[in-house]
């Protein structure tokens, strides 16, 4: 891993952190208190980043989240630059990260063939 890559990890890393830290304590819409952010992805020049989330609830609760989290994101990324020392604050999109859901439902369809098999 190259040094350039390395300090684009470490600087992902610290906004991910940031902005859970930000979510939880400073965001007051209700819309996005129960999710979890899993990654974040930042481009070369530090213009964009690509923040993941995954959270609890039915397809209605993840739209409300998401658009709680796009009409967020001026204030979030404000908030980001107080906490930060790049040059560069990047803009926000925020993503639902999928993964966690269909892990957990793949566990549960081998625990089902599992507790299926065990009966028969």
Known sequence: MGRQTQR???IAEQIQRELSEIIRL???????AMLTLTDVEIS???AHAKVFF???GDAEALALAQTGLKRAAGFLRS?????ISTHVVPELQ???DASVERGVRLSQLID???????RG
């Open 112 to 118: 089902d063939a599992v507790s299926g098999r065990r």
């Open 79 to 83: 908030a980001l630059a107080k906490r």
């Open 8 to 10: 684009l990890r470490r």
């Open 54 to 56: 995954t959270m609890l």
């Open 44 to 46: 070369t020049d530090l």
């Open 94 to 96: 925020f993503v639902h």
């Open 26 to 32: 400073e965001l007051k819409d209700p819309r996005v």
